[in-house]
């Protein structure tokens, strides 16, 4: 199981050609993290750098980021956008409204952040955050404490605007109907289909309570899309599926350096077949450090302190692995 799915994660095996072909077999990489978002990319491909990632985002206009799964920011393909913006983001509009509240923006004033929001965009192009800022702060909206990011965050919730080109080192947000051209329809039924099928392509082998926790959806939404794509599947004695057909497992791979929220961390609703007794060491307060995988186990932390790679290990390392 452990092989299948880091097979599945790119993690072993042949690496993807591209940042795209890594994002769509990975569905949605979690990119709150820039730097994280870029590294899980690196790990799964081959002579690719940020720029490339960044040509992807602000050129091609292949890969975006958004607020999806989980009421987190998400790096996924541009075509993939309509379908996962109109499933996953419903769940997350009482708690955006509860956050606002608690940062002291009143419904009134977070419509007018909204509208400043499409308007700044509309007339003036890409923004970065500190731009926008500056505007609603020009409305009188209040921004301080985190109520600027969960502004945004109903902006992009409502499918008005999206992270999208780079300006120099911030990202930029950008109004959809610009960027991505008219939203198509989107049929709730055949998008949950597409959300387990897509999931168990790179996450496979997994279950419902896997892809429910992941997609931060409820369980008979996911139990709707598996069941959508029954006859795509093989059940399996240990109660998980998978995509029927998959060729075998790679070999386990070669010992890798994570970065802080790898998709590896955040794709099931256990983590204990690659953290073992770790996880607390890993993710601390909602945040995942950068760690080192190897023979398909978490065995150190690692950071670059002075530009140089200093790992943390859980317990003694060896030139060949960890000890048994």
Not at 88 to 115: F, I
Request: proline share 7%; hydrophobic share 45%.
């Amino acid at each position: 199981m452990v092989a299948e799915r880091l097979t599945a994660q790119l993690l072993a095996g042949s690496p993807a050609r591209d940042p795209v072909s890594a994002v769509e077999r990975l569905l949605a990489v979690q990119g709150q993290d820039p730097r994280g978002a870029r590294l899980a990319i690196r790990s799964r491909t081959t002579g690719l750098s940020a720029a490339d990632v960044d040509r992807a985002l602000t050129e091609d206009r292949s890969l975006l980021i958004t607020w999806l799964n989980r009421g987190t920011l998400h790096l996924i393909r541009s075509e993939d956008y309509p379908w996962l913006q109109a499933l996953t983001t419903p769940p997350l509009r009482a708690g955006n409204a509860r956050r606002l509240a608690q940062e002291g923006v009143t419904p009134d004033a977070a419509e007018r952040g909204v509208a400043v929001i499409d308007r700044s965009l509309t007339e003036e192009g890409p923004l970065t955050r500190v731009q926008l800022r500056e505007r609603i702060d020009a409305a009188g909206v209040r921004t301080e404490g985190q109520a600027l990011v969960h502004l945004l965050m109903l902006a992009c919730l409502r499918g008005i605007a999206v992270r999208g080109p780079m300006i120099g080192r911030r990202h930029a947000y950008v109004l959809v109907r610009d960027w991505l051209g008219k939203p198509r329809a989107v049929d709730r039924e055949q998008a949950l289909a597409e959300l387990a099928r897509r999931y168990l392509v790179g996450h496979g082998p997994a279950d419902d309570r896997d892809l429910a926790k992941w997609a931060g959806l409820p369980l008979r939404d996911a139990r709707a899309g598996l069941n959508a794509i029954a006859a795509e599947l093989d059940e399996r004695e240990d109660g998980l599926v998978d995509i029927s057909g998959r060729a075998a497992p790679a070999e386990l791979p070669p010992p890798r350096l994570l970065g802080s929220f790898d998709p590896v961390l955040l794709g099931w609703a256990s983590r204990e077949w690659l953290l073992d007794s770790h996880k607390a060491v890993i993710t601390v307060n909602g945040l995942f450090r950068p760690f080192a995988l190897i023979d398909a186990r978490a065995v150190a932390t690692w950071s670059m302190p002075a530009g140089k790679v200093a790992l943390d290990p859980f317990d003694r390392l060896t030139r060949k692995g960890p000890p048994p």
